[in-house]
């Protein structure tokens, strides 16, 4: 059995922030499982350090290499190339020879680091295809392109079927294009605390629960659930709204102002907790107006929370309506950046027909943990990145 040297790219601030550290911790946890396979993660840092890190430990080898601005030129073309050169001349230090090097990419900018990998030690390139849109994220005079990347790679893994004809109506060739779905190892669910969760949140009332996960951001259509909660507490008065998630909670509380003493605000709370969160909530709810391989959700199918859920392309690969999850419509809204908007009496309608239909939250429930069996297991997602 071939030797493989699996090099994941990532960028320490932007990962986490964006779901990708999720991802990444999902792949190397995996891969590491695999006799032949040795796992780098080199982590470009955005802030924070100072000085290169090297950490070793539990089949995993972790490169934190810092990125000091030095003022003008920084952004230029020439400038990050030679600090390309720099990181990989460092990185390569510590990386033994193998058989194979697979160097997995997961942004667009990184495509000059993988380049000067491949030119100084002969490599295989993969690149997962997070976002929909590079330009969406990053400023569009950013250096780097994605035609650059994709000439670079030889081989692109889309999250979703939705994200890989997103792909191909941008003009990618379809032979360099495969569907992965993120996966999750299953074992991480018996990781639930035995502490009294609802006391601790105080969630001691008799109240239905309806979960909200992720992170604070208009694209996820936090201002649509608001309104279809209120609509909903005019049927079912007893329900409460609780939030987990980070960010910035201004926009949220003026949103929810009105019926607050219905919210609960958690903040970030350890993912141990939050396996016991899912497990103790009536529902869970996810009104994004975009979404890809969704962690929330997978986390939801793996938990058998029922849910409502918008019909986005990703998140009617990963549900299924009236079998696992309510998928509410979308409506067109030229007000908002993505043009649609949440349809707000079926997101409330489906709260309130979940909430009271306590059978069917079961069936839910059950259909829910099988499809996460089925589809989004951590070990399918390094399986077939090895093929």
């Not at 979703?160 to 299953?186: C, F, M, S, W």
């Not at 639930?192 to 105080?202: D, L, S, V």
Request: hydrophobic share 40%; aromatic share 8%; proline share 2%.
């Amino acid at each position: 059995m071939k030797k493989i040297n699996w090099i994941i790219l990532t960028s320490e601030g932007l990962g986490i922030r964006h779901r990708v550290g999720t991802f990444i911790k999902q792949l190397s946890g995996g891969q590491r499982r695999k006799k032949n396979i040795t796992v780098y993660i080199l982590k470009i840092g955005i802030g924070g350090y100072h000085a290169f890190e090297f950490e070793e430990g539990g089949g995993i080898t972790i490169l934190q290499i810092p990125l000091i601005e030095r003022g003008k030129g920084t952004d230029t073309c020439k400038n990050q190339e030679r600090i390309a050169r720099s990181i990989v001349h460092v990185a390569l230090q510590y990386i033994s020879p193998a058989d194979i090097n697979v160097v997995h990419m997961n942004y667009i900018f990184e495509h000059l680091i993988g380049k000067e990998i491949k030119q100084k030690l002969e490599s295989i390139i993969l690149f997962t295809k997070h976002f929909s849109s590079h330009n969406e994220i990053f400023s569009s005079n950013y250096f780097s392109t994605e035609l650059e990347t994709y000439q670079l790679v030889d081989q692109i893994i889309a999250v979703t079927r939705h994200g890989k004809d997103h792909l191909t109506a941008q003009g990618v060739i379809e032979d360099n294009l495969q569907v992965i779905y993120n996966g999750i190892d299953p074992g991480q669910f018996n990781l639930a605390t035995r502490m009294n969760i609802k006391e601790k949140y105080g969630l001691t009332g008799n109240e239905y629960l309806i979960l909200l996960r992720g992170r604070i951001d208009q694209i996820k259509g936090l201002n649509y659930l608001a309104s279809a909660f209120d609509q909903l507490l005019r049927q079912i008065a007893d329900c409460r709204l609780v939030i987990a998630c980070n960010g910035d909670f201004e926009s949220l509380i003026k949103a929810t102002s009105h019926f607050s003493s219905h919210v609960s605000f958690l903040g970030f709370v350890p993912f141990e907790e939050l396996v016991s969160l899912y497990r103790v909530v009536t529902i869970g709810v996810i009104p994004s107006l975009k979404e890809h391989c969704s962690y929330v959700a997978l986390e939801m199918l793996f938990c058998g929370l029922s849910a409502v859920a918008t019909i986005l392309g990703s998140l009617k690969e990963i549900f299924i309506h009236n079998k696992t999850t309510f998928l509410a419509h979308m409506l067109p809204n030229q007000k908002n950046l993505k043009k649609i908007a949440s349809d707000v009496a079926q997101l409330a309608g489906f709260m309130q027909e979940l909430l009271r239909n306590e059978p069917l939250r079961q069936k839910f429930s059950q259909h829910a943990v099988k499809k996460a069996n089925a589809t989004f297991m951590q070990g399918i997602m390094v399986d077939l990145c090895l093929n």
